[in-house]
């Protein structure tokens, strides 16, 4: 028996359901916990705000290194750069869409959107990048999990929102949407990404390892090494993605950092090698210059 740790949300709840359903088809039975993070308990100040990085990772930290879970399941995005020396990312599964979304109640696309229409967004960086694209909209924050946001929406209490596709793929809803062109709206470092955590050199990480998707694995690697090396968090505007491109042999890699309003951004775009003993070496080099361009240009 495999306990599985998670988040109480309804999105998350659908994760740890997604690995629970992979490790029972190769005999694994599996029970899954919700743990109550503090990001979930504090939902009257947007993201930034909240005090740190990883508000919804530590208190399920904290269960993993006790022993009351055997795993944890994650939005990659929400793992901090920096982690307990006990614990390990044992599998990062295939990724899903790493695209933003616009999701509107007539489904009027992001450059037809009226002057001043009201747009909300739970992330800095989709706020930057939106700024940027178009600075005549009135972006607002956005708090509560996908269906607390959707009902938001259906109020009216906003003309759009903007949300990652993935959780909609995860939730199976079948919605109208505008998919967002990822070089205008480089997403978050390992969105669109599950990651399953466990003890180092336990039994449960040897066997949710089979779950590792390779490809995904390296993309998402060097995401992180990225935004390392900038030191970014949800405080700051950042975008990194990557992605293995013609045969496999090389990865391209998308990485921007944006001032608040968008106004200023500094971005890096290149292919480098996808091999192991290059490419981590590579992906620093793209933080240093990106850190470099940013004392420039912002």
Not at 47 to 60: A, D, P, Q, T
Not at 138 to 154: F, P, Q, S
Not at 266 to 289: C, L, M, N, W
């Amino acid at each position: 028996m495999i306990v599985i740790g998670t988040r109480g949300s309804m999105l998350a709840r659908m994760q740890a359901e997604i690995v629970s359903k992979q490790l029972r088809k190769v005999g694994i039975d599996t029970e899954i916990r919700i743990i109550k993070t503090h990001g979930d308990s504090v939902t009257n100040l947007p993201l930034h705000e909240l005090s740190g990085v990883g508000v919804f990772v530590r208190e399920i930290d904290e269960h993993s290194l006790a022993g009351d879970i055997d795993i944890a399941v994650h939005s990659m995005k929400d793992i901090p750069t920096i982690r307990p020396e006990q614990l390990v990312t044992a599998a990062v599964m295939k990724r899903d869409s790493p695209h933003d979304i616009l999701i509107t109640n007539d489904n009027t696309p992001l450059e037809e959107m009226p002057t001043g229409a009201v747009i909300g967004t739970s992330s800095m960086r989709r706020r930057a990048q939106l700024n940027r694209f178009r600075d005549d909209l009135d972006i607002v924050d956005l708090r509560g999990n996908i269906n607390t946001r959707l009902r938001k929406l259906r109020d009216r209490a906003y003309d759009g929102i903007l949300l990652a596709e993935a959780g909609l793929t995860r939730m199976g809803w079948d919605l109208e949407f505008e998919r967002l062109d990822i070089d205008r709206f480089v997403p978050s470092a390992n969105q669109g990404t599950i990651a399953i955590v466990a003890l180092r050199d336990s039994g449960a990480a040897d066997l949710v390892g089979a779950l590792d998707h390779p490809q995904t694995r390296i993309e998402t690697e060097i995401e992180r090494i990225v935004i390392d090396v900038l030191g970014g968090g949800c405080s700051v505007p950042i975008g990194a993605f990557s992605e293995m491109v013609g045969d496999g042999r090389e990865v391209r890699v998308r990485a921007e950092m944006l001032s608040p309003d968008g106004r200023r951004y500094a971005r890096v775009d290149e292919t480098i090698p996808a091999e192991s003993h290059e490419y981590r070496e590579h992906a620093h080099q793209i933080g240093e210059k990106l850190e470099a361009l940013t004392r420039t240009q912002l």
